[in-house]
Each structure stands twice: as structure tokens, then as C-alpha cells.
């Protein structure tokens, strides 16, 4: 079921990503949005997303607002915890199966690790993202491409609990680079299955945006001497809640929340 | 370079791109490729180009790897382009969002570097050029434009304005006006903080006008949070305006997928930044907290409101839908379109009478002649939603209507009756064999009887099998049914008298009044009182109960204590002198009063468990029941017990064991309450045996003396008293004295003098008697 699981996730990302973006690759502007997903372990729902926002060819990042990484361990009361920035996911996977291979893979955990492991080093943790840091030397993450300013332009969180985190800490920060960030939760309920429903519906969703985000770099040059229609001027950070709207008719079991927040 | 038209944009981009990496690779490259980028940049280059280079500029004066000190050369020189950029790129919103972002970023850092380095007039202009242009084009620019202006303004704020240090000593967030001196030859402070007021209630007006637009709206609650912790002069007119804000002002559109978002944005962002504020806030006089946390559960109720109204009408449409396609409802329409009246008026022009026989409690309350309404289970619904629909239609029934049903059912009932009385007479008469077969449990309840038609008497065959099917599915229990077949059991209603309570003797009485009154003190203990600086003073006007807090609880407690059994303790009083002849005891009132006197020894502990604190409460009290035994005195019983002198004395006298010399409390106690007595304030005297505390007897004697004209006498009296009793307090009681009752002491030191001589003569003279 696992396997199923994880092959399922793969085999239907794995050919809609060239598909989608293909076209936005043969672009000539090729302009992409940054994004940053973010769940509560960086484990599930938030990798979930890293990885079809990568397979997307989207520079992605993601993080967990927790305070460790909790993963199920044998019962509800002995969870398997882990320090975020410091364990990489291959270290669990290798912890995990030599404690109990069986459990582990068949409550998915192993699978779901795996992917991880292939994605990038290890679970961080968005409170201490110091953001606008260059991420040069992640070469290896998925997503990677784009990413080497280190900051995003939209953040997707998983969860209301996550956004909070992330709007709370975004205040405390004070917004020091002066550089606008739309922040974005999808409720994603944090099993395997709805996990990748929800990856399905931020790949529709950045798409969604991007196109928007395309539209006014292409335009804007070409409307300082015809300016088109009204609609087709509005900016891309005005269009945004509109994309939202429409993007949650087309995925309504995942209620979506949405500010402008400042890095 | 700029002139390098050969070199395609894709090239001359892709190049630009290698050595952006390259900074990022190594942060001592900034300055030299920042500086070398400057050119390619510049207002004569093509769109892409200059795009490019606004946001790699924004990106490298924000960047967390240099320090505020490292940026310095960095942003002095790139003012110019900036300024070009700003004044060259009308259109282009891209452009001038990222160029307001770096003139964001570079703001604080040059206006440090002017600081100390006022000769350097030129950046300083620049930077003054740069911020009248980005203020002029702030009104009408497009969106994301706007939302650069509004980061600008608020750096420009901070920067301007007075911190208090809380701030992190990063990117610049802690440069203030703080560090400009006052003589600086460039910057003048006052004017300064002048402009950052302005600026500040020009972000503001964008939520003064309460705007639907969340873009600007959340932008700029998103970056207040920092303005409130750290520059506490904007702190006040920042959390007043967004508590004027409203963000859900936009309920009142049409719910579009868009609406429903930004509504949902500007909600939950504002609620977030005050959240934030509550937390992270350190407000020093708590003036905000309070007004903050309503208006948050205020949103969250609204919002709740809202969205949850929305959630309900689309579970009612769906319900509705459910039942619509429901089979048996259908057949049910059916059965009722057959039936001559198919939209049966909710009440029927005539009651119809019941058929004779047994009948079951619903029966005899049904009204309707609509067989799908009679066969209708009401215990369906649950009670409050029962409840909630009949206040609602009581509210709008027409009384004529309601007059005219309860009016039937009445002479049902009146019918019923009179069927059950010669029902049990046949009963009697013949014994349970002999009753007719309208009794059988099996068919009574089923209402298939001959005499059926009179009282429906639109009944075809079809409604008929329906409704026993219903009954059938709502017959109750055999046993049930053979209770009703009994006559005496049945809903003949026979005359009912409810059984008298049990006596009470005054024992029981006066456990459960003790029960009743300590459970009157319960919520004390869980009710929180108001914090003292913000009790408002209601005074004479207070309403006992205006709101379910400490205060209102004791005002409630105190006068169920004086004056719930006014009036009646006198009758008791009355019969029992009158009967007993007994001297008016104090103890041995026995019913109404022991209610009081519990209550009042359950105050009494109450206050002294704590009773620093709680000498409000005793005044209270005590001008209860000083108002109360006026009250007694005015009704003219003669014997009717006075209670305010005994639990004042009761009162004072558990103070006195405690009492310490720091204990101001007792000069307020003797102050406030309503009326002061020789023999209460000769229990002062017992602190005059003890230096510790004469002082403060003698501090409130004096106050007593001075702000209360006519308890004067008797203080002096009672100075007097101790004059003449404590040899230790001599000194101070006659400075007081002197003061007030000029030559009382001398008098005294005679009448002492002359006492003693003739105390020595008469002791003489007892010697030589004896």
C-alpha cells in the first residue's frame, strides 16, 4: 500500500510536470514565482509540495513551524522526535528501520522519508530561516534553481496553525528587506492521501499564479504604448486574491487563507 | 557597457545573472559588482534590463549578509541611479516597486551615515529627492507600487521616531531618532518626527477610510506590528485606529469566491497583528490590552457569524433537497393532494371533538386535521430547537387564534372528564370484565374505531393504512397500553390535588438556608474581580446586578444578608415576646432569620479570611445594615432587632486581633462606615496598650477628628479616655487635645489632682474604719 502509495505520487507527478510547465520553460521571459512550503514537521504535506512544485520546475523551498520534528512512532504517546536543521532525513529513514522496518513501512513513514531523502538534506525549521540568506550551496535540493537569493515570493502553508506561525513570526521579525511575500494556507489535512491532493492543488495553484505573474512582466512593457483593457492591467499582487478565489471553487475541501505580508 | 547594443538583452541578462550568483557565492563582491552593475542599469537602458538591475539592487541593500556598516558605501552608491530609476520609469511598476524597495532598505542606512557624517550634504539631498519622489507618486500609482510606498513610509517612520530599544539590531530596524543629535547641522529632530507623523497617519488612512482593498490593507497591518513594540509614540494612535478598523465590512457584498478571500484576509490579518500585539507587546500601563482582546473576540465572533450563517443555509437547502427526493414524503403529498383540502390552513376553522374512547396525550392536543402533520413525531426535534420555534410562534400568534385553541382543547379536556367519571362508575358498577371493547389495548390507540369518521372526516382508505403504519411505529409498549386501558389511569384527567410538602421543622429550615446562603458564596471565589484602576464609580446610582462580577456578587450578598427577611423577623420578634415573654434574645430567632443570621455569619468569615483587602466589603455591608435598621426604625416596631451596631462591634473587634501598625485600613474602616459609637471607639483603646499600635489609633482618631465634624466629639471623647487610661499615649492625646478641646488636659490634670487627694483621704479614712 505504501509503495503503491509513494509510486502512485511519482508516476502522476512525474509526467504532468513536463507537461505543465513545458510550456512555460520554452518561454523566452521564462519568468517563475519562488515559492516556499511550509507544514509542521517538514516532513508530509510541505514535501509533499516541495517536490510537485519542483517536479513543476517552480523553485521551491520548504520548512516545518514546529518545535522539533514529531513523526508516529509505535503508539500515539511515544512519537519518534527529532531536531529540526540538525538530523538529515536519511538519518531517520536509517533510524526508523532499524527499529522497526515492518511499522514503519507500513504506516508509510519509510516511503515517505525515502522521497524526502531524494529531495533534499534534512527537516528546517522556518523559524530559524534566516530569509534573503543566499542558498548557493544547495545545489542538490530540489527546486533549487531559482532559489539562490534565498527569499520566495509566495509562501504556501499547510495548515491555519502553520500560517499563524508564520505570519506571527514574519511580525516579529520587523520585515527588515522590505520585500512583499504572499502568504497563503491551504488546509491540508496531514495523512499521505490528502497530502498529495494538496500537492496536486498547490501545483494548480502556482500554476494559476504564475500565469498571472507572467502576464504583467510580459505586459507592462507592451502597455506603455497600447494600455490594454483594465482587467489585463491590474497587477499581478492585485490579481492575486482573485486567483485565490477562483483556484478555491476549483478545490473546495481545502479552505485557503491569504495576506500580503513583508519579509 | 550600456552602450552595447550588439550584445542581445538574453545574453547581456544571462551575464548579469553569473555575476549576481557570484555575490551571493561571496558577499565581498557585492560593492565591486554592485558598483560595476550601476551603468548597465542606468535610465537609458532597455526595460529588462533596468527591471533586472531594481530588483537586484532592492535584493542587495536588503541582504542579511552585510552588516549596516558594510552597506554603507554600497547604498551612497547607488543613490543616483535610484533617484534616475524613480524619476525616469513613469509606467513601468515593476521598476518602481523594486526601487522603492531598495530606497526602503537604503533609507535608515544613509540617514545613520548622515549622523555622523553631516558634511556630506550631497547623499542627504538625494536621499531628500528620492523620498519627495516616492511620496509624490504614492497617490494613483498602480498597486504593487503602493505597496512599496507604504513599506518606504513605514522605514521612514521607524527611522523618524523615538525607540525604546526593544527592536533586534538588524537591517537596519534600530537606527531612530534617538541617535540624531539635537544640533545636528542637517537633521532637525523635531522636524523629523514631524514628517513621520505625517507619513504615520498617511499609511494609517488607508484603514481610517476603512477600505475594501486588502492588498493595501494587509500590507500595511503587516508591518505595524514593529512601529507598536519598538517607538512607543506611535503606539497609541496605531492601536486606536485599528480598532476603529472593521475588516469585515465587506459581509455586507455579494459572497463572491474573491469577496469571500479578501474579507476572510483582512479579518484574519488583522486579528493576527493584534494577537501579535497582546503577546509581544509590552505596554506599560495594560491601557490597550483589555479594548485589544475584545475586539479580537469581537472578530472572531463576527466572523464566526458570518461564515457560519453561510455554512447553515447551505445545510437547510440541502436538507430540503434530501427531504424532496425522500420516497415516503412524496407518497405523503400524494395522500394529502387526494384529500380535498391539499394546502390544509395551518389551524382548522372548527376544533373537531374527540371521538369517544380512550385517547392518547397527543391526540388530544392535535389540532390539525392534516393526516402527515398528526402522524409528525415531535419528539424528534430536539427540546431547545422545540423550544426556540414556540417562543417564536407565540410571539407572532394572533390572539384570537390561540384563544380559540386553547378553548378547545379545553372542552376536550371538559369532555374527557366527564367520560372518565362515568367511565369509572361503569368501572365500579361492573367490574374489568364487564367494560366494552373500545378498552382493548390492541385497537383502542389506533384510532380504527367506527365512530373514527367524526373526528377526521376527510379519512379515505389510503390515509387510513398511513396512519396506522405511524401509529403502529409510534405505539408505545404493551405495558403502556394496558395502563391506558385502564379507566382511572387513563387521560380522563380526574381531579388532582398535588401532595403537600413535607413540614419543615426549624432544624431543616435552618440547615438548608445555611446550605442556601454558602452557596450564594460559591462564584465568589471563581469570579474575578476588576482590577482597581479601572472600577468605575457608579456610587449611590450602582445597580446591585449592572454586571456578573466580584463586586455586583457582594452587592447582591449584602443586602440578601440586611433586607431579605425585612419585616419579617419583627412578626417573629412580636409573637415570640408576645408568647415566651422573653427578653429580646439576639440568638434565637427561629425561621426567616436563621436564613440572615448564617448569611451574615458567612460574610463576617468571608471578610475576615482576608480582610486587608477586603474592608470594602465591610463598609458595604455595614451601610447596608445601618440602612436597613433605619429602615426598621421608620416602620416603628419597637422590638424589631437592630443588627448594625453588634456586627460593627463583631467586626472591629476581629480586625483589632490582627491588626499591625501599617494597617492604614483601619483609619478608612472607621471613616467610611455609617455611623460611629462610643463603645466602638472604645475598643481603640485596647491599641493604646501597645506602642507599636497607638499611633495608629491615635492617627485615626485624629482623621476621625479633622474630615468628620460630627463624630468629632465623640473622637475626643474617646482621645479623652485615653488620655486619662494610658499614661504612655499622654504625650500625644494631649497635643491632639490642646489642639481641639483648648485646656481639657489641665482641667483634667485638676480634677486627677484633686481626685487624688480626696482618693488618699478616703483611703485614710477606710483605714481607719476598718
Known sequence: MDTANGNATTASAAPAAPAQPNGHREDPGGFKLKFCTVCASNQNRSMEGHLRLALANYPVISFGTGSLVRLPGPTITQPNVYKFNETSYDSIYRELEAKDPRLYRANGLLNMLGRNRNIKWGPERWQDWQVGMPRVKKETDKGFEGMEGGVADIVITCEERCWDAVIDDLLNRGSPLNRAVHVINIDIKDNHEEASVGGKAMVDLADSLNQVAKEEREKVGATAFDSGSGAARASFDERVPEVIGEWQERWPNLPATWTLAWF | ?770
Not at chain 2, 436 to 445: E, I, Q, R, S
Open chain 2, 1 to 770: 557597457m550600456a552602450s552595447t547594443p550588439a550584445v542581445p538583452i538574453e545574453e547581456q541578462l544571462k551575464q548579469l545573472n553569473a555575476a549576481r550568483k557570484l555575490a551571493l557565492e561571496n558577499s565581498a563582491y557585492y560593492d565591486r559588482i554592485v558598483k560595476g552593475v550601476l551603468p548597465v542599469i542606468g535610465p537609458t537602458s532597455s526595460i529588462e534590463l533596468k527591471r533586472w538591475g531594481a530588483e537586484f539592487l532592492a535584493e542587495s541593500l536588503a541582504t542579511p549578509v552585510l552588516s549596516v556598516r558594510d552597506k554603507e558605501s554600497l547604498t551612497l552608491s547607488v543613490l543616483d541611479t535610484l533617484k534616475s530609476l524613480l524619476e525616469s520609469e513613469q509606467d513601468d511598476a515593476i521598476v518602481l516597486k523594486a526601487s522603492i524597495a531598495a530606497a526602503a532598505s537604503a533609507y535608515p542606512v544613509v540617514l545613520r551615515w548622515i549622523i555622523h557624517n553631516s558634511y556630506h550634504t550631497e547623499a542627504w539631498e538625494q536621499t531628500s529627492a528620492i523620498k519627495s519622489r516616492i511620496l509624490r507618486i504614492w497617490d494613483g500609482a498602480p498597486a504593487p507600487v503602493r505597496l512599496s510606498c507604504i513599506k518606504f513610509a513605514q522605514r521612514v517612520v521607524l527611522a523618524q521616531t523615538t525607540s525604546n530599544g526593544q527592536e533586534v539590531k538588524y537591517g537596519g530596524l534600530d537606527i531612530s531618532l534617538g541617535m540624531v543629535p539635537a544640533n545636528h547641522p542637517l537633521l532637525d529632530p523635531r522636524l523629523m518626527e514631524a514628517e513621520a507623523t505625517g507619513l504615520l497617519d498617511r499609511m494609517l488612512g488607508v484603514l481610517q477610510d476603512n477600505s475594501n482593498d486588502a492588498l493595501l490593507v494587509d500590507a500595511t497591518l503587516n508591518c505595524l506590528s514593529i512601529l507598536i513594540r519598538t517607538r512607543p509614540s506611535t503606539s497609541n494612535r496605531i492601536i486606536n485606529c485599528v480598532l476603529n478598523f472593521n475588516p469585515l465590512k465587506l459581509a455586507n457584498s455579494p459572497m463572491t469566491p474573491k469577496n469571500k478571500v479578501l474579507m476572510k484576509s483582512m479579518e484574519k490579518t488583522t486579528r493576527m497583528l493584534m494577537i501579535n500585539i497582546l503577546k509581544r507587546h509590552v505596554d506599560p500601563n495594560n491601557q490597550h490590552s483589555g479594548r485589544v482582546q475584545q475586539y479580537v473576540e469581537r472578530l472572531m465572533r463576527s466572523r464566526a457569524e458570518i461564515f457560519d450563517e453561510a455554512g447553515r443555509k447551505r445545510q437547510l437547502a440541502d436538507q430540503a433537497a434530501a427531504q424532496y427526493g425522500d420516497l415516503k414524503r412524496q407518497k405523503m403529498q400524494d395522500a394529502s393532494a387526494a384529500a380535498p383540502e391539499p394546502a390544509a390552513p395551518a389551524q382548522p376553522a372548527v376544533i373537531p371533538p374527540l371521538t369517544p374512547g380512550p385517547q392518547t396525550l397527543a391526540a388530544v392536543f392535535t389540532l390539525t386535521n392534516n393526516p402527515g402533520l398528526q402522524a409528525f413525531d415531535a419528539t424528534s426535534i430536539p427540546a431547545n430547537l422545540v423550544a426556540k420555534i414556540v417562543a417564536r410562534t407565540l410571539n407572532t400568534l394572533d390572539q384570537s387564534v390561540l384563544d380559540f385553541a386553547v378553548n378547545g382543547i379545553r372542552s376536550r379536556l371538559h369532555t374527557l372528564q366527564a367520560a372518565a367519571v362515568t367511565a369509572a362508575a361503569q368501572y365500579a358498577a361492573h367490574g374489568a370484565a364487564g367494560l366494552p371493547g373500545a378498552f382493548n389495548p390492541a385497537t383502542a390507540p389506533l384510532g380504527v374505531e367506527e365512530d373514527d369518521d367524526d373526528y377526521e372526516p376527510n379519512l379515505d382508505a389510503a390515509e387510513d393504512t398511513e396512519q396506522i403504519l405511524n401509529k403502529l411505529d409510534n405505539a408505545p409498549p404493551e405495558t403502556a397500553l394496558d395502563e391506558y386501558a385502564d379507566p382511572n389511569a387513563a387521560l380522563g384527567l380526574g381531579p388532582f390535588t398535588l401532595a403537600p410538602p413535607p413540614l419543615i421543622d426549624a432544624d431543616v429550615a435552618s440547615k438548608l438556608s445555611s446550605a442556601a446562603a454558602s452557596r450564594l458564596f460559591g462564584p465568589l471565589s471563581s469570579l474575578s474581580s476588576e482590577g482597581p484602576s479601572k472600577k468605575p464609580k457608579a456610587g449611590i446610582n450602582r445597580l446591585a446586578a449592572s454586571s456578573y462580577d466580584r463586586d455586583s456578587w457582594l452587592t447582591v450578598a449584602t443586602r440578601l444578608a440586611t433586607r431579605s427577611t425585612f419585616g419579617l423577623e419583627e412578626e417573629e420578634q412580636e409573637e415570640q415576646t408576645s408568647a415566651v415573654k422573653s427578653e429580646e434574645g439576639a440568638v434565637s430567632h427561629p425561621l426567616a432569620s436563621t436564613f440572615n443570621q448564617s448569611f451574615r455569619e458567612m460574610l463576617f468569615t468571608y471578610i475576615l479570611e482576608d480582610w486587608r483587602p477586603r474592608i470594602e466589603v465591610a463598609v458595604a455591608w455595614l451601610s447596608e445594615e445601618w440602612y436597613n435598621d433605619q429602615l426598621t426604625k421608620r416602620t416603628g416596631l419597637r422590638n424589631a432587632p437592630l443588627h448594625y451596631e453588634t456586627w460593627a462591634l463583631r467586626l472591629l473587634d476581629g480586625f483589632m486581633t490582627f491588626i499591625t501598625a501599617q494597617d492604614k485600613v483601619l483609619t478608612r474602616f472607621l471613616a467610611e462606615i455609617p455611623e460611629l459609637s462610643g463603645e466602638l471607639l472604645g475598643r481603640l483603646k485596647t491599641l493604646c496598650g501597645d506602642p507599636n499600635t497607638l499611633g495608629l489609633a491615635m492617627t485615626s482618631l485624629l482623621y476621625l477628628v479633622m474630615m468628620r465634624p460630627p463624630a468629632r466629639e465623640l473622637a475626643l471623647d474617646t482621645v479623652g479616655g485615653i488620655w486619662v487610661e494610658y499614661e504612655e499615649a499622654r504625650p500625644l492625646a494631649a497635643k491632639y487635645l490642646s489642639k481641639w478641646r483648648p485646656g481639657w488636659v489641665e482641667q483634667q490634670m485638676h480634677l486627677q489632682a484633686a481626685k487624688a487627694v480626696a482618693g488618699g483621704g478616703g483611703n485614710g479614712a477606710a483605714g481607719i474604719a476598718a
